[in-house]
Every structure is written in structure tokens, then in C-alpha cells.
């Protein structure tokens, strides 16, 4: 997923690397179901922080993937792409999302949330998690239009996480900035975005665990 950059326009060219079985909406966003009106959206978007598309040369030092200083890495979003990915492969129940143009103003997730009165999953869906966040820790609770989640939901959400894993240590985060889930906040009672394990997104300095 991060062998070339994706910025907005170039969205397209990442669509054999959707899971089977996706949709477009009619808005240029892509998503799937799996179950029967499931309750929760995941999120992530399909387009880097470049103005021109790039090759990316990688360079690996231990678990750490980065590139050679002369583009951003793009895990910023594909690392979210790909736990998405990797969670509908498993069969986890949710209405997936791979929204467009996030890096220029949430353009994908803006759209739908005009929209999202008149879809049928505004019916059932009451949690959106985006996967778009930096470091390994946090689960945000604010981002740029104020608190996005409760702090009941963040703390539960973290407990649920960290008990199936030793070395996880989420907790919730009022640092946010703004991504997908933001569009959602007056729409989706608990919005959220969780970390990912990127640093440094939107640099050549960019790297992923």
C-alpha cells in the first residue's frame, strides 16, 4: 500500500487493493458491510499528504518501516487501511469505510455526512471509530469541533482493547486534531479516532512500527 504516494485524485488506483466484495456510494467513497445493521462505522482514507503521486522507497531498520527522505511514507492513512483490512478479513461485524481526500478537508466523510439522514445506516449506527491517528496509545475523546466522545466510552473502549493484549496501553486522548470521524459528531452519539502506530505523518520523516 505504501510502494507509491495517493494524493487526492489519485484515489483510484488503490481500488484491487479493497477487500472483496466493496461498493462505491455514489459519493467516491468505497465501503462494506458485514452482519445485519451493524451498530459501529470503521473508518480510514485512502489518499496521502502529497500534492504529487511519489514512489516511496522504504527503508527498514528492525519493525520500523520508513523511507529514504525523499517522500512521506503514506502510512498516514494506509496503516488504517490495513488494520481495516485485516478486521473484515476476520469477519469482524461493522459498515466499513475507505473514504477519498481527507488530507484536503475531510472530502469523502463530508459528503456522506450530508447525506447521512438519508441513508439506511443512520438507522443503526451509533459509534464511529476512525483508525488515522499517530503513536500507539490513544483514543481521542476531542477533536476540532470539541469532544467527539465520551470519556465513559473512551475508558471502556481501552479496557476492552488492552485486556486482549499485554503490551497495549490505550487510553483516552483529548489531543486530537480532525479526521473522518469529526464529520460524524453531530450525526454518530460516540465518534472517535485510534491510534495506528505512525509518527512524524505528513514529513519524510515519516515512519510506521
Known sequence: LTRFTYPHGTELGLLNNLPKGYQEDGLGNYYLVIGDKPTTMFTCHLDTADKTQKRVNHVFNGNIISTDGTSIL??????????????????????????????????????????????????????????????????????????????????????????????????????GILTDSAKFMDLIPECTNISVGYYDEHTTRERQD
Open 74 to 175: 503514506g502510512a498516514d492513512d494506509k496503516a488504517g487501511m490495513t488494520v481495516i483490512s485485516y478486521m473484515i478479513s476476520k469477519g469482524v461485524p461493522g459498515l466499513y469505510y475507505f473514504f477519498i481526500g481527507e488530507e484536503v478537508g475531510c472530502i469523502g466523510s463530508g459528503r456522506l455526512s450530508r447525506e447521512w439522514k438519508n441513508t439506511e445506516f443512520s438507522k443503526h449506527i451509533t459509534k464511529c471509530v476512525s483508525f488515522d491517528r499517530r503513536g500507539t496509545t490513544s483514543i481521542i475523546t476531542y477533536q476540532m469541533f470539541g469532544r467527539c466522545c465520551s470519556e465513559t466510552f473512551a475508558v471502556e473502549l481501552a479496557k476492552r482493547m488492552n485486556v486482549t493484549n499485554n503490551s497495549m496501553n490505550m487510553r483516552p486522548d483529548s489531543t
